[in-house]
């Protein structure tokens, strides 16, 4: 499968969305990734459901909702009204991890977690059937603009023949200091979806810095 590119909305423009919007929708990038922080969680706080509404009306593409949020049960089938066709929950946010991906699953939406970077892979052993997507978290999670952590690579790795061992076709998704510099590698090592923010929106030609992103790899069969 080709390799699939979500531009984080967290660094659009805010006093101009729908231009940011049209943009993304005018490129080659597949998904919106929509980053919800609460404060508690973490210790930023960002979008709530009515401004995914907003977000959804102008999207034509799919919107990949991150929450970044305490208790994230509370709020998944609003998150799934307001438009979100994938929703990732925090693996430390969730004591009954297992029933709230059954819940996300009853919405109809795809089903991820996220790991924050000191959480292994390991702790995936019993929940990968059934699994959309994997969430690794390349930054301490809660604010755009951060330093990728190399330690991400190899986790990459690991996950990936987690997955192929058990042939569950979930894809790894790759979120935080992500840009052309660490593109190649990550997709090397077994990622499937790579989420920029920065490298996307504060780029000089965010449209084409999508298609370098979504270019890398052409022709090349990654082993
Ligand atoms: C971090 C968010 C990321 C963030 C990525 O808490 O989950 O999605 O927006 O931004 P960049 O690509 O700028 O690191
Ligand atoms: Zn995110």
Redesign the pocket.
Same mark, same amino acid.
């Given at each position: 499968m080709k390799h699939l590119i979500a531009p984080? =909305?967290? +660094?659009a423009d805010f006093t101009n969305l729908r231009k940011d919007f049209e943009m993304v929708n005018s490129s080659t990038a597949d998904w919106f &990734?929509i980053?919800i922080?609460d404060g508690t969680f973490?210790p930023?706080i960002s979008f709530g459901m009515d401004i995914v509404k907003t977000m959804h009306s102008m999207a034509e593409k799919p919107l990949d909702v &991150?929450m970044?949020v305490a208790q994230p049960e509370r709020y998944i089938e609003q998150f799934r009204e307001a438009g979100a066709e994938v929703i990732t929950v925090h693996y430390e946010a969730c004591p009954h991890i297992h029933r709230t991906l059954q819940q996300i699953k009853a919405t109809g939406a795809k089903a991820g977690i996220?790991l924050n970077p000191g959480t292994p892979v390991s702790v995936l052993e019993d929940l990968l059937e059934g699994l959309d997507l994997v969430?690794l978290?390349?930054?301490?999670? %809660?604010?755009?603009?951060?330093k990728?952590i190399y330690q991400t690579l190899e986790k990459t790795r690991k996950l990936k023949n987690m997955i192929t061992v058990r042939n569950t076709g979930t894809l790894i998704e790759i979120? %935080?200091? =992500? %840009?052309l510099q660490n593109a190649e590698v990550l997709l090397k090592a077994g990622a499937d979806v790579l =989420?920029?923010?920065? +490298? =996307?929106?504060?780029s000089k030609d965010p449209v084409d810095t999508i298609k370098r992103l979504k270019g890398i790899g052409k022709d090349t069969v990654y082993v």
């Open positions: 984080s =909305v967290l +660094a &990734h980053d922080m973490v930023n &991150h970044m996220a969430c978290m390349s930054v301490n999670p %809660g604010f755009g603009g951060q990728f979120d %935080g200091g =992500v %840009g =989420v920029a923010g920065s +490298a =996307v929106f504060k």
